[in-house]
């Protein structure tokens, strides 16, 4: 079992900034990729971020320049820089962990609850 808990969303100004984080907790035996997604109303859901294990990193060609994935791979804890922010950026923001589950070893890929990110004036 794996939880990914998200914090750091809510309601900012445009040009503002905001910090998302991300901790996975359970029966992990290795966290081999995270990232950030993020789903508007009537869009798809988006990759945003992601980093690997290495800390090899890309980004959504929307959100280059403005947005930072970085990790604490003691913490199993990923976060989102925010810069420069903008109405687009107006989304659902869910945490993505690709996880090697202990015993089994299977990587499977779980999903934190989402956390709201409003940019308006």
């Known amino acids: 079992q794996v939880q990914l808990v998200e914090s750091g969303g809510g309601l900012v100004q445009p040009g503002g900034s905001l910090r998302l984080s991300c901790a996975a907790s359970g029966r992990i035996f290795s966290i081999d990729a995270m990232g950030w997604y993020r789903q508007a109303p009537g869009k798809q859901r988006e990759l945003v971020a992601g980093?690997?294990?290495?800390?090899?990193?890309n980004y959504a060609d929307s959100v280059k320049g403005r947005f930072t994935i970085s990790r604490d791979n003691a913490k199993n804890t990923v976060y989102l820089q925010m810069n420069s922010l903008k109405p687009e950026d107006t989304a659902v923001y869910y945490c993505?962990?690709?996880?090697?589950?202990?015993?089994?070893?299977?990587?499977?890929?779980?999903w934190g609850q989402g956390t709201q990110v409003t940019v308006s004036s």
């Open positions: 980093i690997t294990s290495d800390g090899s990193t």
């Open positions: 993505n962990a690709q996880v090697m589950v202990l015993l089994s070893r299977r990587r499977d890929s779980y």
